[in-house]
């Protein structure tokens, strides 16, 4: 049997991996214009080349490079003009030694045309002749059929968030529609007798729910489906009953409230008792986050979050979202945190033997970004407001001094 309580974050969150298999992949499939942020479920071939002609970058005119060789201003090389290319229209002619063409950006290039000089090293003799002042090299000014995409090619890898540019790039192939993963469902479980709705007048003793909706927000900006099982009593019978029912429908679980050591805290309680393996651990070196509980039953995550808001971001960000990007069949070997250098604006704390976790506003000076320590109990939601980022404080570091170089992980 293992210890439980106040591992390290990192040991924690592995113990919990350890537990669950991976997802039973399920899978949808949806047009293009769907998929924005979605995780490709399948690889993507290119189906042909692209682009599927070759074509120029400026406008100017479709020549044998060769026929440019040596030109300069005191002696120009002269060419023929044999026709024009218009946009989206097949030239009917080809280009001979001696030739040119007319052709605008974009415009597909004629048969024999091996590259395009620009219009401002080109001056028109006549109707039919222009001289050129400046040679081009092969393929100068131009893109190669296939040079984007050859057809036969991978183009996006299984596991890949799909982002803005990959749509584009389907579009451009003509695909218009791929497999994606389904997304994870993660049912909130809120508890606690003096939490009520946001629209409730509050009487003294009671406080509005932040948390469901801080943590529906992240889960759904990190790809999953939030379900909010509404807000329920600090009695085992009515806790556990919702805990129970969450699990029949839901890839994971999170209970908001009911982890630190009170009469009432009883969620640790609840999780031993409805399965196995259950509680893997309860209490973390961390601050904020200490009481937070990781579980498994059956082969569903569950966890105890605290309930002061800063301390359930935290949480998200160390051990919700690692799992949630494991849920969604996210290739984590290409996802990178988003993070920015600065310097701490002034020097802070920390104990040793936890990790401490600091909100921090980003300020300019000059062409330095400064850390900027947002000061305030877990509890104060406006913390979270007022910052931009969190840095970590390793556990073995006795804080951080100013002006020193950190990286802030954003929000």
Do not use: W
């Not at 091996?114 to 090299?137: G, N, R, W």
């Not at 596991?159 to 791929?178: E, F, N, S, Y």
């Not at 003793?205 to 807000?231: C, Y």
């Not at 970590?392 to 950190?406: H, N, R, W, Y």
């Amino acid at each position: 049997m293992f210890d439980k309580n106040h591992l390290l974050p990192g040991d924690a969150l592995k113990r919990v991996l350890s537990a669950i298999p991976e997802r039973q992949e399920t899978t949808e499939r949806l047009r293009i214009e769907e998929c924005y942020g979605r995780i490709l479920a399948s690889p993507v071939v290119a189906p042909e080349d692209l682009p599927a002609f070759a074509r120029s970058t400026v406008d100017g005119f479709a020549v044998h490079s060769s026929d440019t060789f040596g030109a300069r201003e005191s002696l120009p090389a002269y060419i023929n003009v044999k026709g024009e290319v218009f946009m989206g229209v097949a030239p009917d002619f080809s280009i001979g030694k001696g030739e040119c063409a007319r052709i605008p950006t974009g415009g597909m290039l004629p048969p024999g045309a091996d590259a395009v000089v620009m219009l401002e090293y080109a001056q028109t003799v006549s109707d039919d002749m222009i001289e050129v002042m400046k040679p081009v090299a092969p393929h100068e000014n131009i893109i190669r059929r296939g040079e984007d995409v050859e057809e036969g090619m991978l183009v996006l890898t299984r596991g890949r968030r799909l982002r803005p540019q990959d749509i584009g790039a389907l579009a451009g192939l003509g695909i218009t529609g791929v497999d994606v993963f389904t997304k994870p469902v993660v049912a909130l479980v809120s508890t606690g007798d003096e939490i009520v709705p946001p629209g409730t007048p509050l009487r003294p003793g009671q406080v509005r729910d932040i948390n469901s909706f801080t943590l529906a927000g992240l889960i759904s900006e990190h790809g999953g489906v939030p379900v909010k099982k509404g807000i329920f009593s600090d009695e085992y019978g009515v806790i556990r009953g919702a805990i129970e029912e969450a699990l029949s429908a839901a890839d994971m679980v999170l209970v908001s409230g009911g982890t630190s050591a009170g009469v009432k805290d009883m969620t640790s309680t609840i999780i031993d008792d409805i399965g196995k393996p259950g509680v893997l651990f309860h209490g973390v070196s961390l601050k904020p986050g200490k009481p937070m509980i990781g579980g498994v039953i059956g082969n569903t995550p569950l966890f105890g979050l605290p309930g002061h808001p800063a301390a359930a971001v935290v949480c998200f960000d160390l051990f919700i979202l690692p799992l949630l990007e494991r849920l969604s069949g996210l290739d984590t070997g290409k996802c990178f945190p988003r993070t920015v250098r600065a310097r701490m604006a002034k020097s802070i704390a920390s104990s040793a033997g936890r990790e401490d976790h600091i909100r921090v506003a980003l300020e300019r000076q000059g062409d330095e970004l400064l850390a900027v320590p947002v000061l305030g109990k877990s509890g104060l939601i406006t913390t979270l407001v007022r910052a931009d980022g969190m840095v970590g404080i390793p556990q073995e570091k006795l804080g951080l001094d100013a002006g020193e170089e950190v990286t802030v992980k954003l929000f």
